[in-house]
């Protein structure tokens, strides 16, 4: 009777254990990475954390001014949480809605927003140096926000009707796109809205970048907007006094500068977690607009580093889903519609961050989905909506979604006996 003996496996190396457990989680998240609702899930959950922390922190941030101001620490809470309610059926409806119908609607959205823009500077109400609101009973309405969904729709569905035709010269495509993205930066700069401008140019930008525009073209459209923003500037003195509230805020920090340093005190005091939530000290009448341009110092106050660092990471894996869906989905359309929404949010989410940590000028643009504002939430939220759409037109996306069956919510009224049907329940 002989006996085999099997030579034992050799153990992994001090050296090469962790170069081994590296590949192991390298090749989890890539498997993870590589699935067809990867996007979809990334969309989903974080417009949700973003939203849900949004209307926490306008809850905190607004309480004791809408104390003073109504007598109801809830009141700008509850018209937030009115304009969530609102707002999130029609990313629902979005979601639903014909892929035709994105690139009909982004025509009379586009011609809506320009009158609207010109309505504005007749019968708008001027705040903060800044003509952008108009009053409807005891509601406000921002025209420029939904002028970035109409811009971001038509141009996408514009350029994407071009290039089907075939290989056309870039030159080609800038007519009509270029004037019609001047007209609205025009009027939105007539309002004295130099920050929602910039993000016009982010999107334009966005669009000729995804269908191959030179470099030079870029240095040269940056060009003319660094020099009309340098005459805006000079011409308003608010804007004179915010450039140099930027470039030393301290040195007039009872003035001009108060916004910016007080923004930064509050960032300052939170340290790495936070003085807990509802704890801010610069709410208490210190710290202008909490609620809505400088939440986020706010939010950096009561969470903390590790707080702001969580809503970077949000922004961050929100820009990458829809980069991954421009990237995924064979259409002109999506590609150049989804780049420019990415565009739009990511780009607006630095700007508004930048302000308040003093590496940007205050431009007065809100935080999407964080900070207050019904009329900047609903656009927002309707164009995460097309991207849901869109990541369903990922390669496996629909079959996956098929096979996941019913949703809890249809699921808990089939339970209830309220309609649908439980997949799988055998009838006796």
Known sequence: MSATTEEPRARPTAAEAPSSWARERLATLKELLDKPLTTYYLIIGCSALLLALGLMMVLSASSIEAMQETGNPFYWFIKQSLSAAVSLPIMWLCTRLPYKFFRWAGYPLMALSIIALVLVLFVGSSELGAQRWIY??????????????????????????????????????????????????????????????????????ALLWVVGAPVKLFGGILSLAVLAAIIMIRVEPYRMARVGAFLDPWADAQGAGYQAVQGQIAMGSGGWFGLGLGSSRQKWDWLPHGESDFIFAILGEELGLMGTLMVVALFGLLGYAGLRVASRVNDAFIRLVSAAIVAWIAGQGVVNMGAVLGVLPITGIPLPLVSYGGSALLPTLAALGMLLSFAKREPGAREALAARGPGPAVRALSWLGLGGTTRGRDRR
């Not at 038509?154 to 071009?162: E, F, I, T």
Request: glycine share 10%.
């Open 136 to 205: 409807i009973g005891p509601f406000t309405f921002q025209p420029s926000e939904p002028a970035k969904l109409g811009l971001a729709l038509w141009g996408a569905d514009l350029l994407a009707r071009r290039a089907r035709a075939g290989r056309i010269e870039w030159r080609h495509m800038l007519i009509p796109l270029m004037p019609g993205t001047v007209i609205l930066a025009v009027m939105v700069m007539l309002g004295r809205d130099l920050g929602t401008t910039m993000v016009l140019l982010m999107i334009f930008l």
